[in-house]
């Protein structure tokens, strides 16, 4: 992980290896309810950005115990306590110890809604949950389904009326949800180019436009055309700024520097740099124009 938001809470904790992490989250002690009381209302009164740390801190055991029942969509467990995290974060600043609840009860609403965007990001490519009541079944169906193991019209009835949702998203989502990720290019089993029976990739579904004489016309005409609005544009420019651009951009060897170009044009660097702008701003004008 790069800059994480389990490094931002404490960068003493390990995050490497999820044993390590658990076990060092797991010695951190609990907070008594004046403790977090007091915590929380230094933080909610005067901003106190280290007793929003050790609330955060003394939380992050819950966050793992959450994530472990995530564990079933095949993501990483420290990336699910990540996002965890920031679900718990975002509680800490929302939570008012005047409400009369634990942060815990009032965190897990958030740390849940965060692991749930990342496993609907991240489960598939392709997005398999988008309206609320999909979101409900994707959460809901797996667990179902191990449950009861149905399949029948009468069992997604059941289930769609116990989710509140209607027969035909349960069903949908049965089908997302046993659907497998293709690979776009994928090698088919058959790898002769001439059976007739044999399964297509994705991609070979897609026309080949490469030897397509029109296409090829078109990108050489067009190469052309913007390669004489460039030299009918810089032509207009005046020598001074020909020379800069020219030694600046267009050369294949070494360009020369700001500095160089100050040298010899005895003024200063900040100089050619104002008139490399100037030079630069005129071709866009008058190549967008053309």
Known sequence: MTATALQIVSPQLPIGSPEAYIQR???????????????????????????AQKLVLAH??????????????????????????VGLM??????????????VSFAVHWIKAEMHEYVLRNWRIVKVATTK????????????????????????????????????????????????DMQFDAPTE????NHASRALAPAEYLEDETANPAFQL?????????????????RTLDPRSQDIIEKRWLLEDKKSTLQELAESYQVSPERIRQLEKHALLKLKQMITTS
């Open 218 to 234: 078109e990108a050489e005409n067009w190469g052309e055309h913007a390669e004489n609005r460039f030299k009918n544009a810089f």
């Open 90 to 103: 975002k509680a800490v600043k929302r939570f008012d110890p005047n409400m009369g609840v634990r942060l």
């Open 60 to 85: 992050l055991r819950y966050v793992v115990r959450v994530a472990r029942g995530y564990l079933g969509y095949g993501l990483p467990l420290l990336d699910l306590v990540q996002e965890g995290t």
């Open 190 to 193: 058959d790898c002769q180019e």
């Open 25 to 51: 989250v797991n010695a951190i002690p609990y907070l008594s309810p004046e403790e977090e009381y007091a915590l929380a209302a230094q933080y909610q009164e005067q901003g106190d950005l280290q007793a």
């Open 133 to 180: 009541a999909q979101r409900k079944l994707f959460f809901n169906l797996r667990s179902a389904k191990k449950r009861l193991g149905w399949s029948s019209q009468a069992e997604i009835d059941a289930v769609a009326k116990d989710l509140g949702v209607s027969p035909v998203e349960v069903r949908r989502m049965e089908e997302r949800l046993n659907a497998r």
